[in-house]
């Protein structure tokens, strides 16, 4: 983890790799995280979280593409919170565009019944919806991106949503 500058960010983030089984590094510094990439090279994935900062402050940005200018295996991915008004999604993904983001996270969709905005947006900025959080629950409310969830959510709404999960056994999304 990045996010050093939250109060209790380390502490979140060290609990939810605990509850997910997953080592946790913290790191303040560029090098540092060049060094625990490098520690971790022989895994499949490695999460690296950045702090939530406002989509306003460029220097964040312009910091956040020198930390991963190094690593060129880096698949970012920009978080985007599902009850976002349009207006903020759409100055979060013009904001964050110079890091390229490979595909967009979208969190909160339990939290929103209006998807109107999110769908336009999404849909504006051509870039693949990747993952989907749909609850507090950690790690079960977190998702692989389905073209049949979207497809339901953003056509039928979440009753829809809910109403398909049920009838699966499991994980329905």
């Given amino acids: 983890s990045m996010d050093c500058y939250r ?14 089984q997953l080592p946790c590094e913290i790191v303040l510094r560029r090098r540092d995280l060049l060094r625990s990439v490098e520690r971790h090279q022989d895994c499949d994935l490695i999460i690296i ?10 220097k964040h940005i ?14 970012l991915q920009l978080v985007l ?6 207006e903020d999604l759409e100055q979060i993904i013009t904001a964050y565009s110079p890091l390229s983001p490979a595909g967009l996270i979208l969190t909160k969709l339990d939290e929103t019944r209006a998807y109107a905005a999110l769908c336009q947006q999404i849909a504006g ?3 693949p919806i990747s993952f989907l959080t749909t609850g507090q629950k950690v ?3 977190f998702f692989v991106a389905s073209i ?10 979440w009753s829809a949503v809910m109403e398909a999960e049920n009838s699966y056994s499991g ?3």
């Fill in 171 to 173: 994980n329905g999304i």
């Fill in 148 to 157: 049949p969830f979207l497809e339901r959510l953003f056509k039928k709404g």
């Fill in 7 to 20: 109060i209790g960010a380390t502490d979140q983030m060290r609990t939810y790799a605990r509850i997910m």
């Fill in 125 to 127: 900025a051509e870039i």
């Fill in 62 to 75: 312009s910091e956040l593409a020198d930390w991963f200018a190094p690593l060129e295996q880096v698949d």
């Fill in 139 to 141: 790690p079960e409310d």
């Fill in 49 to 58: 979280d950045t702090a939530g900062k406002s989509p306003y402050d460029a």
């Fill in 81 to 86: 919170s599902a009850p976002t008004k349009k």
